[in-house]
Structure formats: structure tokens, C-alpha cells
């Protein structure tokens, strides 16, 4: 994305993740001018833009306009739309993963970009936090796996939980699958290559099991919450294969990964996590869905 000046970076949402962790990460990165705040509550826009020294929109096409590009925190179905327009406006897009909870919802943002001709980065923590992606990259270099196990056990709603996060609707109605799913599928299909095969089966309150087929002919495990106790919560993944196992790098928070996503928006090089990516992961979780519902 080759510009003469800082990239013009707005925000799109106000709720917890967009305060703790978008705000920050555009405020304190040299390489951008944060442009400003939309929010669906204008009070919120207001709230969040004086803490961090920008302008609050209440005409999210204004903001599109005084932006180069735009950073989403907003529910994935509230997301794609918006992202729609915003690539129509010519403005690069960060987006929130899952990118929409329809296979054409995700398929009208991948067009969007691609007809625009605008860059897309869909933010998966792991695909960009340091430790992990560098994990990533190689082993994706060194090939030869035979299984990938993994599990996220979020204690999102479980017991004693007082998450900021458990007031979001669409994760209460989508589940670990959708939340986290995305994360694991964004290590295993780099690493392993796209999935080919699906089974999918129900677990205790939102608890979804995956076994996955990959072009490379590995496969691979997923147990996916939010509904763990906290003293089970955990994220791990594991790769065996000719060399022996490795395990998926402990990483720290979002926020350094964060940063490293606006690295990759505003680069001129095109970053594999973007929204086509973004459309692959919504059609692997929609088919998994329908089988752990037993559709």
C-alpha cells in the first residue's frame, strides 16, 4: 500500500474489544494516523475518540471518506456489510474474524475488495502474533505432517465467568466454533493445507469436535468452547509428523499482534490472511456447523 503520507486508519465498533485492544494498537503505531470513530451508539463513538485523541463520526461514510483505510470491531454479521461498503469507497479493510456468519455474506466482502482492488487483512491473533506466526511459517516450511490435535477451551460462559465479553449476542448464538474455530483454522490450514473433508459433532453446551481431511493428507482434531470451568481453560495444538511433535509457542495478548496486522494491511505485500482467507474459514465453520446439528 504504497502512500506519501501516514496511513489514515478509522475504527469501526466501541465495545470491549475495540477498546482494549483496536484504539490502542492504531493509537500507538508510528506508522498510521488514527482517523477516527464510528460506533452503532454515537455516545460510545464520542467516548472512545476522546480517549485516544481522534474524531468521533456519526456518518460512517464521512469516516470512509477521511480514511485510507478502516480497522472493523463490530459483530461479524454487522461487519460485512459495512466492510462492502467501505472497500466501494476505496478504503483498505482490517477485518474482524469470523468476516460474516453466511458463506454469502463473506463472499460479497472478498468480491468487494477484489472488484476495489483495496487490500484486506482478517485479523486471526495467531496468524499474526510474533511467537506464533513465526511457528507457523515454519512449519509450514517443513511439510511432512501426519496429525494436527488441538483444543480451545475458552471459559467464556462458564461457571463464575465475568467476561466483558459474554454480553456479545452473536457469540452466545455461534458458539466456540465460530469464536475460536477461526484460530485454529488459521494455523492448520497453512500448515496442513485446506480442508477436504469434514466431521462434526455436538458436545456439552456449545462445545463443538471437528476431525478435518487436508490436501496434504494429513488430518486433524479441533474441540472448540467457550463453555469450559476456568480452572480447565487452555489453547493448545499439536503437529506430529517425520520429525518428531511440536507444539503451537505460548503467546501474550492481542496487542503486539494487533500491531502486527496493521504492519501487514498497510505493507505492499498482499498477506495470505485476508479476506478470500476469510471467506474459506466461513464456509468450513457454516458445513461444520450444519454437522454437529446433525443436518
Known amino acids: 500500500m504504497a502512500t506519501h503520507h501516514k496511513t489514515r ?48 463520526y456519526e456518518d460512517v461514510d464521512a469516516l470512509f471518506a477521511a ?37 454469502e455474506g463473506a463472499r460479497e466482502v472478498a468480491e468487494a ?25 515454519e512449519q509450514t516450511a517443513a511439510g511432512n ?7 480451545w477451551l475458552g471459559s467464556l460462559y462458564g461457571p463464575g465467568s465475568a467476561s466483558p ?8 448464538e455461534k458458539g466456540g466454533l465460530w469464536d475460536v474455530g477461526p484460530h485454529v483454522l488459521s494455523v492448520f490450514l497453512p500448515v496442513l493445507g485446506d480442508v477436504t473433508d469434514i466431521t462434526a459433532a455436538a458436545g456439552p453446551a456449545d462445545t463443538t469436535h471437528l476431525i478435518l481431511r487436508h490436501t496434504s493428507g494429513a488430518t486433524s482434531t479441533a474441540t472448540l468452547t467457550l463453555s469450559a470451568p476456568p480452572e480447565a481453560a487452555e489453547a493448545a495444538l499439536t503437529l ?19 500491531g ?5 494491511l498497510t505493507s505492499d505485500t498482499p498477506h495470505p490472511c485476508d479476506a478470500r482467507f476469510g471467506l474459506r474459514l466461513t464456509e ?11 443436518a
Do not use: M, N
Not at 466501494?88 to 460474516?100: I, S
Open 67 to 103: 480514511s485510507d483505510a478502516v480497522a472493523f470491531a463490530l459483530p461479524p454479521d454487522v461487519q460485512a456489510p459495512l466492510a462492502v461498503r467501505a472497500a466501494e469507497a476505496g478504503c483498505h479493510v482490517l477485518l474482524d474474524k469470523p468476516v460474516a456468519t453466511t458463506v
Open 284 to 294: 468450513i465453520l457454516t458445513e461444520a456447523e450444519r454437522l454437529a446439528a446433525g
Open 145 to 151: 505432517w501426519f496429525l494436527g490435535e488441538s483444543h
Open 9 to 56: 486508519i478509522g475504527l469501526l465498533g466501541t465495545g470491549p474489544w475495540a477498546a482494549r485492544t483496536h484504539a490502542p494498537a492504531i493509537a500507538g503505531h508510528e506508522g498510521v494516523e488514527f482517523s477516527g470513530v464510528w460506533g452503532r451508539r454515537p455516545e460510545a463513538a464520542a467516548e472512545l475518540a476522546g480517549t485516544f485523541g481522534t474524531k468521533a
Open 240 to 258: 506430529y509428523g517425520t520429525a518428531g511433535k511440536t507444539e503451537l509457542p505460548r503467546w501474550e495478548g492481542a496487542a503486539a499482534a494487533y
Open 113 to 137: 475488495v477484489e472488484a476495489a482492488g483495496v487490500a484486506s487483512v482478517v485479523f486471526c491473533t495467531l496468524r499474526f502474533a510474533p511467537p506464533t506466526a513465526s511457528w507457523i511459517e
Open 260 to 264: 502486527a496486522a496493521l504492519d501487514a
Open 165 to 172: 465479553y459474554a454480553d456479545s449476542p452473536w457469540r452466545r
